[in-house]
């Protein structure tokens, strides 16, 4: 076969190979939303997003995970903000560390996780023990799968219905636990997504309204860029 064949075919193959879009997700820093439906049906993810365009890296990064929808229909100021994520209405933690959470991160690999967990875990009545304890799972998955993972965990918005009382106890116990876990190949950052949260600021006792969005881009935000510029400066 003569070589302007082979070109010819190698170039079709080229063009038809659609991963080229994938090869290039595949080299972007990998940041996974992982939560409930604070995380999957609220706009904090957009807002977030706005800051890393800001800052330059829309191009470098992306959100991964197996989810990809905006279904509080958020509109931020950049319009091709990626809407991938692992948020799960409704989920534990509890769960998502038993049965999910290693095969979300075999599906969609990722060199951040940022999670906001627990809520639900609270309303089903599940001890804040067992709930540190998925934490720590948690955290051991998400080591195993990438033993650089660069992890943020938020303290927990509060409740505007019922007690406080068990998500107090919950954020109480996430300094402590975090900072025992930290490593310096692997750090863990606390998103205090709680102090200064007003309950005014959810839509419906549960979830954040657009003001109550925004206050947590403030706070997870900053955490969030300080490791993508570790990241893109390769530490
Ligand atoms: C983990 O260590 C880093 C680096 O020393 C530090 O900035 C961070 O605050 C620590 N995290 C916790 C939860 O203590």
Redesign the pocket.
């Known amino acids: 076969m003569q070589l302007s064949n082979l070109l010819t075919i190698a170039l079709a193959g080229l063009a038809s190979a659609s991963p080229v879009e994938l090869v290039e997700r595949q080299q972007k820093l990998r940041i996974m939303p992982l939560g409930d439906s604070i995380t999957e049906i609220a706009c904090w993810r957009a807002f977030v997003w706005d800051q890393i365009a800001a800052a330059g890296f829309a191009n470098q990064v992306q959100y991964v995970g197996s989810q990809n929808s905006n279904p509080q229909g958020c509109r931020p100021t950049t319009t091709n903000w990626d809407q991938r994520h692992e948020g799960h209405s409704g989920w534990l933690a509890i769960d998502i560390a038993n049965n999910y959470l290693a095969n979300w991160l075999r599906s969609t690999p990722a060199d951040i996780v940022q999670f906001m967990l627990g809520t639900n875990d609270v309303f089903r009545g599940r001890s804040t023990n067992d709930i540190i304890a998925a934490y720590t799972k948690m955290v051991q998955i998400m080591r195993a799968a990438n033993p650089k993972m660069k992890i943020i965990v938020d303290l927990v918005i509060p409740l505007g219905v019922g007690s406080n009382s068990a998500i107090q106890a919950l954020n109480a116990r996430i300094?402590a636990w975090?900072?025992g876990l930290?490593t310096?190949e692997s750090?863990?950052?606390?998103a205090d997504c709680n102090t200064g949260y007003k309950t005014s600021d959810l839509r419906d006792g549960v979830h954040p309204s657009i003001a109550g969005d925004q206050f947590l881009a403030t706070k997870i935000g900053p955490p969030l860029l300080n490791y993508i510029r570790e990241s893109l400066a390769g530490n």
């Open positions: 300094p975090a900072a930290n310096t750090p863990i950052v606390i």
